[in-house]
């Protein structure tokens, strides 16, 4: 399988450098800017469109699909991460409302994350399944998938079997990531940022 991965277009909340993971707002003007460009420069060949059911790539996916006329898939894997009580503030409200957690650096440990969210755990086993699902079902064929930040990160680090750059690596909006050949290496079954 040839996976291409695309982060969606910018929304009012990436703009405003705010947690995004279970809100769904829409794309803004540029994050639609974001989309249409990015569709002058899609790979030739891609046979199935994926989603994730966040309204961002949902609307990604719409503007895509102009030029590759496919039906999408949605797949509930592929959905962002539910970082709980961070979700909507930035990093500086985060840190004044919830300081406690904020002390813990939450958000970049393996099996806790913030209060009614998900650990990174979670969201690794989460997205593992659904590339488990994309290779038996499209063993042979060009995929593109429309998702988020966070989910790009994970296939990557999946992909590579390699989480040593997670916290610095990042899919902007409206980017893509090809993992062309793609093979998915073994999850890990512990912290993959512990030193032992």
């Keep these: 399988m040839n996976l291409y991965v695309i982060r969606h277009g910018e929304t009012w909340a990436n703009a405003e450098h705010r947690y995004l993971g279970a809100l769904d707002p829409e794309l ?9 460009l990015l569709s002058k420069k899609l790979p030739d060949g891609i046979e199935v469109l994926i989603v994730s059911p966040r309204l961002r790539a949902r609307q990604t996916v719409q503007i895509l699909n102009r030029v590759l006329n496919l039906e999408p898939v949605t797949i509930d894997s592929f959905r962002e991460r539910d970082v709980g009580v961070f979700e909507g503030l930035t990093q500086a409200e985060a840190k004044a409302m919830h300081p406690a957690l904020w002390a813990q650096n939450i958000t970049r440990q393996w099996a806790a994350g ?16 659904g590339l488990v699902q994309l290779t038996s079902l499209y063993p042979t064929q060009v995929v593109l ?9 994970v ?9 040593s750059d997670f916290y610095t690596w990042q899919l902007s909006n409206g980017e893509m ?3 062309e050949d793609f093979q998915l290496k073994i999850l890990p079954a512990v912290s993959p940022f512990e030193t032992h």
Excluded at 28 to 36: C, K, L, M, Y
Excluded at 114 to 129: L, N, T
């Design 28 to 36: 803004s003007e540029r994050g639609r800017e974001q989309a249409v």
């Design 114 to 129: 913030p209060d009614g969210g998900e650990s990174i755990a979670d969201v690794v086993m989460r997205v593992h399944q």
């Design 145 to 153: 998938l429309v998702a988020h930040g966070f989910v790009a990160k």
């Design 155 to 163: 296939i990557r680090a999946l992909a590579r079997g390699d989480f």
């Design 177 to 179: 990531l090809a993992l």
